[in-house]
């Protein structure tokens, strides 16, 4: 990947800046059903089992004493503190009916806390849920695999830090989404630069592995000038890791979202211009480009398995471990085992409900057939590696590539007519005018795009 790995082109951007999936799956969310339950679960785990795969797993910690207006997670705005005791006797029952179906030998290679605020809960219950978790699942004891938590500055402190390293964390992801008190007065997140610091030298001090930071444009009272100051501090920061998300203004889905004045948000021109400038800050500052929202320092992991072709993606977003099983624990919770995918209930009350009844608290998912299994094989190729080998999927799934796909040629010439991608005899190529716009390739080779309305789907840009 060099530094030029993107062309501004503002005419594309405007051409090709449809709505359209994040592909943190293919086939994605909006297909789950609710005619996948337990028992498909069961069969996956036992498959997972047989295979002897390695696996990744995702906690999801629901509770947040403040709420943030842009938040579209699935959380729990509380000040009890209480309220976190009940949901975690509920997930120690799932880790444990999850776990007897596979193999205690199974390593955990990846572990990711998320939520919500994970810290919102006390010392002693994430000691309590971490012992849990090493009891019945074979987490590495030498600091070598890939443990991380998002962490909210304003709930972490030192001895937090401290604890989370003890307990085998090594990477922490921290929310900060824009440093301008105005702004932040807007979206009610009130965060220092200097609370967010002090976490940063407590996880280098601590010796974590990685840092990464969360950024948003587009929010309330952002200008170009504004969020460019922002992006200067966070570079001195030094983070490891950055994703850049564009807000998405979805007041009809998500009830906090309305508490956001619409007459305060950036224009569609502005927040361009946003985008624009942060990339030429972070590139000059020695970032690389890895696609959708992320960029990395060149010795990063994921920065080194893109130039090596082995990056991959799924429901925590790019990865060096789409190889593993993904078991998702908590509410909403999504797994991605073997060809199943599958979500937790989202509702609290109905996920500790069932969980109550030693009932597992699936609710809907999807069992991939094999066409999905050849678009997503050829959409992971496009949106990790910016090119696809035709000979590469043909060998895997038995097929002629451009008969195959030959319907969409005419949309694939057109877009290697506008500059975004190369067609060639043998593969295509995401030009650097197109792999900003990558998200509206790969939405080409998306079978089930047609059937649902784009309003679902944020922007590409």
Known sequence: MMLDAIRWDTDLIRRYDLAGPRYTSYPTAVQFNSQVGTFDLFHALRDSRKAQRPLSLYVHVPFCANICYYCACNKVITKDRGRAQPYLQRLEQEIQLIACHLDPTQKVEQLHFGGGTPTFLSHDELRQLMAHLRKHFNLLDDDSGDYGIEIDPREADWSTMGLLRELGFNRVSIGLQDLDPA????????????????????????QFRSINIDLIYGLPRQTPENFART????????PDRLSVFNYAHLPERFMPQRRIN?????TPAQKLEMLQRTIEQLIGAGYRYIGMDH??????ELAIAQEESTLQRNFQ???????CDLIGLGVSAI??????YCQN??????????LASMQLATSRGLLCNADDRLRRAVIQQLICNFSLEYADIEQAFNIDFQGYFGDLWPQLQYMAKDGLIELDRDRITVLPAGRLLVRSVCMVFDAYLEQH?????????
Request: glycine share 4%; net charge negative; charged share 25%.
């Open 183 to 206: 702004v932040q007065r807007a979206v009610n997140r009130l965060q220092s630069l200097e609370e967010t610091r002090a976490v940063i030298d407590a996880a280098r001090t601590l």
């Open 231 to 238: 992006v200067e501090e966070v570079i001195r920061l030094q």
């Open 262 to 266: 619409s007459d305060e948000l950036p």
């Open 295 to 300: 960029f990395a320092l060149p010795d990063d």
């Open 317 to 323: 977003g790019y990865t060096t471990h789409g190889h």
């Open 335 to 340: 797994s991605q085992i073997g060809d199943l």
């Open 345 to 354: 209930s989202s509702d609290l009350n109905q996920y500790q409900n069932a």
């Open 453 to 461: 309305s784009r309003q679902r789907f944020s922007r590409v840009i």
